[in-house]
């Protein structure tokens, strides 16, 4: 998700000036394409008018009530400051919980059924400082509006399921806690689409950014005095098994730690190539890497069930997040989450269940040590999930079981 970045004069001068910590580990020092790039999150409440308006149901459908749901979050996933009066940012909006219909069919009283709805934004984002702590923004770019419908028993689509391209509209008050850490009151908006019968949204909300910056000579001194190995990269082959079922899965769902999925996993082989670009002096590191995976499902979806198994492979490319909780003699011992790595998916519908289009995301999670004299050997357990974030109007999810991985650090 990114480019275009700092000034590289002054990467040289820290060079010339400060030290030759940086020279013996440049990861260390942020990339710069994570110079002054930033991530944030707002709560607030999310308005559309879905109503009797959409439920374009055939004779014999009653509508009995629309409940809107209105909490709702936007994430900004990648934002870049180009300098304190522009900014660019990619930015996820979604509802903590969906639209609800109730209606009744026949016999069948007060059926439910949900819409689901989210808003992706690529927008630029100009700020004008009025302060010394505070800005105004405004905010405006591409939108693009998923909806997931419902059917009637028939078939018949009684709320479309669209994506469609719009604009993306808002503007802001933001205070200024440090050069990091700014609050924000803002508001969004994209306007009614007539031809597919989608409501305008809007959204209020209070939220954060976090601004990264680069690493000050003093830390990069003490990350080059630690004596921890970090290593560069390394390769990992794993296999993945049902064997001891999914309750890890199904419990980290459940306390909306990760997710689940309608498809399961039954067993598969995967290779893994992933590279250190930065870490902390003790603990935390972003890596980067790619996965290629051949997979069996169970023959069980979420809804149905069939006799045959179906096998699939993916391609992905992933981001890590991974903190270092233990340094030892004997191992370092790490977590780790990574989230919407870009993946490509070689079937669209597995056991009965539609996951969408071909591209779709690939998140996981696990526990894992780096051990030997020199930290050349590594070790990982984790679990896994392909959805594509409701991207498409259609989004089964695959449910990856308990993985072991074992790989080889150079």
Not at 380 to 398: D, Q, R, T
């Amino acid at each position: 998700m990114r480019t275009l970045y700092l000034k590289i004069i002054l990467s040289v001068l820290v060079l010339l000036n400060t030290f030759n910590a940086l020279a013996q580990d440049e990861r260390a020092q942020l990339p710069l394409a994570l110079r002054n790039a930033y991530f944030g999150v707002s709560i607030g409440s999310i308005n559309y008018d879905f109503g009797a308006a959409q439920f374009q149901a055939p004779a014999g459908y009653t509508l009995n009530n629309v409940v809107v749901n209105h909490t709702a979050v936007r994430l900004v996933l990648y934002g870049y400051e180009f300098n304190k009066y522009l900014s660019a940012q990619l930015t996820y909006m979604r509802p903590v919980s969906w639209v609800f219909y109730y209606y009744d069919h026949g016999a069948q009283k007060n059926e439910r059924s949900s819409v689901w709805m989210n808003v992706g934004g690529l927008t630029l984002r100009p700020q004008l400082p009025i302060s010394n702590h505070f800005s105004i923004n405004s905010e405006a770019g591409l939108a693009i509006v998923t909806r997931h419908g419902f059917n009637a028993v028939d078939g018949t689509p009684i709320i479309t399921g669209v994506s469609y391209p719009t604009v993306l509209l808002g503007g802001g008050l933001n205070y200024h806690i440090n050069a990091n850490w700014r609050l924000m009151l803002s508001g969004a908006y994209s306007p009614k689409n007539t031809n597919v019968n989608q409501p305008a949204t809007t959204f209020i909300s209070t939220g954060f950014n976090y601004k990264l910056t680069p690493v000050s000579d003093k830390r990069l001194e003490k990350a080059a005095k630690t004596g921890y190995i970090n290593p560069k990269q390394w390769l990992q082959i794993g296999y993945s098994s049902n064997i001891a079922g999914y309750e890890i899965n199904n419990s980290l769902e459940k306390v909306s730690l990760f997710w689940g999925g309608d498809v399961e996993v039954k067993q598969g082989l995967s290779l893994n190539y992933q590279r250190n670009i930065f870490h902390s002096p003790k603990y935390f590191a972003l890596d980067w890497g790619v996965n290629a995976s051949t997979w069996q499902t169970s023959g069980k979806g979420k809804y149905v069930i069939y006799p045959t198994k179906e096998s699939f492979f993916t391609f992905s490319v992933f981001p890590v997040l991974r903190f270092n909780f233990l340094h030892t003699q004997p191992v370092d011992a790490y977590c780790y989450y990574s989230v919407a790595g870009p993946t490509y998916i070689s079937k669209v519908r597995l056991d009965g269940v539609e996951t969408g289009e071909h591209f779709t995301f690939q998140d996981t999670m696990g526990l894992g040590v780096f051990f030997g004299e020199n930290r050349n050997m590594n070790a990982e357990l984790k679990i896994g999930h392909y959805s594509n974030g409701n991207v498409f109007p259609l989004n089964g999810a695959v449910k990856i079981p308990l993985s072991l991985n074992v790989g080889y650090a150079f």
